[in-house]
């Protein structure tokens, strides 16, 4: 299965700044799929990120909020723009197995952000 | 609607004790994925079995067996001859035909800690 490499694994932030978090994946993949984890919560979906166009957001979400880049097959950016400590949360980057079946994700480490 | 629930917020036991983490859905789809991941302390969530509904027959894999019972929208997950290693969050999901978009619904998660 892929591995996936996320920076950075943990950050603490102002309120009001800006953060972009980096996903590498060591295989070419079609698509990747960002996840929040709010503290002692379940996994929210944010959005599919697709190379070559723009990121396909879940209600709730919205590219000013969560600009996102996918400039080639094994790369995207989640950026948490104007961040408040609402936004404390771990972000997951992740990616479909393929090996292990559809609709199995691979997962990074995630990149735990306090905002304060 | 589409549900995953997870009873259980947090369950304890002592090593080697066996213990069950219950899962029940609710989807109308007749065509799904169930599946099970761990987070253990160190965040990366681990992939540990898929299962589709047309296949009802129970898994073991070592130290781990899953029961699927569509009668009681149940998947089940059991852990035998429990280790501190096990000690994670582990979660509890569901994927529909339907969605073309890996949109997985998670449950919100069981804890389980294990003491030595």
């Known amino acids: 299965s892929a591995v996936i490499s996320q920076k950075p694994s943990r950050d603490i932030c102002q309120r009001g700044t800006s953060l972009t978090i980096q996903c590498q994946v060591d295989?070419?993949?079609?698509?990747m799929f960002w996840y929040r984890q709010q503290p002692g919560q379940s996994l929210t979906l944010i959005a599919t990120a697709n190379q070559g166009s723009e990121a396909t957001y879940e209600s709730g979400f919205v590219i000013d909020k969560f600009p996102i880049s996918r400039p080639n097959l094994t790369f995207s950016t989640l950026t948490v723009s104007n961040m408040s400590p609402e936004d404390s949360s771990i972000y997951l980057c992740?990616?479909?197995?393929?090996?292990?079946?559809?609709?199995?994700?691979?997962f990074g480490a995630g990149s735990r952000l306090t905002v304060l | 609607a589409q549900k995953v629930t997870q009873a259980q917020t947090e369950i304890s036991v002592v090593e080697k004790e066996d213990v069950t983490l219950d899962c029940v859905y609710e989807?109308?789809?007749?065509?799904?994925?169930l599946f099970w991941y761990k987070q253990p302390p160190s965040g990366e969530l681990v992939f540990l079995i898929r299962?589709?509904?047309?296949d009802e027959q129970n898994e073991i894999s070592g130290r781990y067996s899953w029961n699927f019972q569509k009668s009681t929208s149940s998947f089940n997950f059991t852990i035998t001859a429990s280790q501190v290693v096990d000690s994670a969050v582990y979660f509890c999901a569901l994927s529909e035909a339907l969605h073309s978009n890996y949109q997985l619904i998670w449950g919100a998660g069981t804890k389980l800690i294990i003491k030595p």
């Open positions: 989807t109308r789809d007749t065509t799904y994925y």
């Open positions: 299962r589709n509904s047309f």
């Open positions: 295989s070419q993949v079609t698509m």
């Open positions: 992740s990616v479909e197995d393929e090996s292990a079946g559809a609709n199995v994700l691979t």
